[in-house]
Structures are given as structure tokens and as C-alpha cells.
């Protein structure tokens, strides 16, 4: 196996679970909505937001914020964007220094690497400035593929991409979306780590404490 897959938030990256809910609560306010209705909404609405269903982010927020009753001006839409991007440019930019590392060992062992991402449209855009893209092959972003995990396609886009089997495949995951057992069942060696979240308490198969122990289980 020299094709490895990872996925991105709570993987590679802290989730930020916490920062999102403020982030959501102040983008509703902002947008001149109840809050708390707004992040309800916004959360249920987490597949089309991962599959591009509503636009770029301006439009989704408009549309989400008009769900909840409201009528946001242009002005509203973007103070709600800028915050939200924010959030996005600091999660992406806090990958650890040894998950780094990591992926650098892989790469310079010949392993071929691609990201298989949950992501909405605004941290796809801010993907290439991150830490992490040189390091990485392929991307299968479920806003641009219209598939997200735990569907096939959006796993079976990044094999194409790196001309791999899926049995070819490792892929490393926290297990959120169930994306732990969609992998094992495409004929994925599928690992979870624990380094930013225990997402799938459940999962009996291989898990690691950190992104940085695969050049322990695997050879880079």
C-alpha cells in the first residue's frame, strides 16, 4: 500500500467544534436572525453546505438567513463571510508541526497522498494558502465533487485522481460522517485517529493517538 488518504477536520487539523458554534451563533446575529435558530438551521443544512447546493458562501448565509425569517442586506452577508472565512483560515493554518512532518516522510517515500474532505465552499478556496496543500496529490472536496462522505463517489473521485484501487488505499480518519466503515467497505485499510477527536467511539478496527504515529503502524 503506497496510496495514502486522509481526511481533514479533526484529522490533519483541530475540528473546532467550540469556535464554529460562536462563529454561527454571532453570523446569525449579524445577519439580523435569532441566533440560536440560525445555527439549528445552518447545522441541518450541513449536507447541501458540503455539496455546494446553495452557491458560495454569501449565497448559502443569505438563503439560510432568510429560511429563519430575515431579510440581510449585502452588508450583513459580508461581515457574516468575513467571520466565517476567518474561522476557516485558522483552522486550516493549525495543523501540528508533526503532522507535517509526517506527511513529508510519506511524500519523500514515494507514498502518493490525497485529501478527502467534508468542506464547504469557503475552505476549499482557502485550501491552496494552507500549510498542508504541497504535501498532497489530489483533493476530493465534496463541494466540488457533489458527493460527500459516507457516499462511494467522493472516495472513489481521489482514487481516480491518484490512479489507486481502492484496496491500494490507507485512509485515516477521526470517523465523523462515518467515514471509518464507508472506507473499510470500498476495501480501504482504514485507521482513526484520536489526535483531535474521539468521533467514533465504536470503531474496532486500527486507531492511532496522533496523525504522527502512522510511521509507526505503517512504513513511510
Not at 511524500?107 to 467534508?118: D, E, F, K, T, Y
Not at 481502492?166 to 485515516?172: H, S, W
Request: hydrophobic share 45%; aromatic share 8%; glycine share 8%.
Amino acid at each position: 500500500m503506497k496510496v495514502l488518504l486522509s481526511d481533514l477536520f479533526s484529522t490533519l487539523i483541530p475540528g473546532g467544534d467550540s469556535e464554529r458554534d460562536v462563529v454561527n451563533s454571532r453570523m446569525g446575529e449579524l445577519l439580523g436572525v435569532d441566533p440560536v435558530e440560525f445555527q439549528r438551521a445552518f447545522d441541518a443544512a450541513a449536507y447541501e453546505r458540503f455539496i455546494g447546493a446553495y452557491g458560495d458562501l454569501p449565497a448559502t448565509l443569505r438563503l439560510i438567513a432568510e429560511s429563519c425569517g430575515g431579510a440581510p442586506t449585502d452588508e450583513q452577508v459580508q461581515e457574516a463571510t468575513s467571520l466565517r472565512r476567518t474561522l476557516s483560515q485558522r483552522l486550516l493554518a493549525a495543523a501540528p508541526a508533526t503532522t507535517l512532518s509526517t506527511l513529508a516522510a510519506f511524500r519523500a517515500a514515494g507514498w502518493r497522498i490525497g485529501l478527502v474532505s467534508n468542506i464547504t465552499a469557503e475552505t476549499q478556496l482557502q485550501w491552496q494558502q494552507s500549510p498542508l496543500a504541497p504535501y498532497f496529490d489530489a483533493t476530493a472536496f465534496s463541494a466540488e465533487v457533489g458527493a460527500a462522505k459516507p457516499e462511494p463517489a467522493i472516495y472513489l473521485t481521489a482514487c481516480a485522481a491518484l490512479g489507486a484501487h481502492p484496496t491500494d488505499c490507507v485512509y485515516v480518519g477521526d470517523g465523523r460522517d462515518n467515514e471509518l466503515s464507508a472506507a473499510a467497505a470500498l476495501g480501504m485499510h482504514t485507521i482513526r485517529t484520536l489526535e483531535h477527536a474521539n468521533s467514533a467511539p465504536a470503531w474496532s478496527g486500527p486507531s492511532i493517538r496522533s496523525y504522527a504515529d502512522l510511521r509507526d503502524l505503517l512504513t513511510p
